[in-house]
T-cell receptor
């Protein structure tokens, strides 16, 4: 069964700093990968996803993630964060081409100092 | 409605009582998920429906938890004899078949959640 590990539970950055949130998954087969974001007081929403093709995926609000198959990783990046990026970020995975559940990591709370 | 609807939004109950949480997915979405969100635990998978059947119930914490889905639409999560450790936000999400193959590879659309507090 697949699993997801997010290395950073709580990250604090100043505005304009660069961001990288780690995500590693455990599954031997082909996967779909996702990053979801939950802004304070709001419901979870999709930030970006990888199904196939270019391993560098661009999402909303300037976020991107790179799928590195050899490292089983799908790290989230943003070159310059803003105060409005304060939120909780969740990495998720499911096995492709199967009726299979989507598993989430424990999340990373990102706090941006103005 | 346009989004996933969950009810009640807040539920306070006494230990030992039964509760029912309802999820109304986006029309036409074949897959429906239940997750539990508690502080420090992220999103804990509970159960997943494809149509009316549940291919994976492995996430249900105990036999006090059950879920059903009827007509390929509304789902109900039932917790019997609630315990204090059941306190959490219960999230429902639905998705339609994705474009990249498989029957469920699409984006999850989440509801606002049902916050359960067991006293």
């Amino acid at each position: 069964a697949q699993s997801v590990s997010q290395h950073n539970h709580h990250v604090i950055l100043s505005e304009a700093a660069s961001l990288e949130l780690g995500c590693n998954y455990s599954y031997g087969g082909t996967v779909n990968l996702f990053w979801y974001v939950q802004y304070p007081g709001q419901h979870l929403q999709l930030l970006l996803k990888y199904f196939s093709g270019d391993p560098l995926v661009k999402g909303i609000k300037g976020f991107e993630a790179e799928f590195i198959k050899s490292k089983f990783s799908f790290n989230l990046r943003k070159p310059s964060v803003q105060w409005s990026d304060t939120a909780e970020y969740f990495c998720a995975v499911n096995a492709r081409n199967r009726d299979d559940k989507i598993i989430f990591g424990k999340g990373t709370r990102l706090h941006i100092l103005p | 409605g346009a989004g996933v609807s969950q009810s009640p939004s807040n539920k306070v109950t006494e230990k030992g009582k039964d509760v029912e949480l309802r999820c109304d997915p986006i029309s036409g979405h074949t897959a429906l998920y239940w997750y539990r969100q508690s502080l420090g635990q992220g999103l804990e998978f509970l159960i997943y429906f494809q149509g009316n059947s549940a291919p994976d119930k492995s996430g249900l914490p105990s036999d006090r938890f059950s879920a059903e889905r009827t007509g390929g639409s509304v789902s109900t999560l039932t917790i019997q004899r609630t315990q204090q450790e059941d306190s959490a936000v219960y999230l429902c999400a639905s998705s339609s078949p994705g474009l990249a193959g498989g029957t469920d590879t699409g984006e999850l659309f989440f509801g606002e959640g049902s916050r359960l507090t067991v006293l």
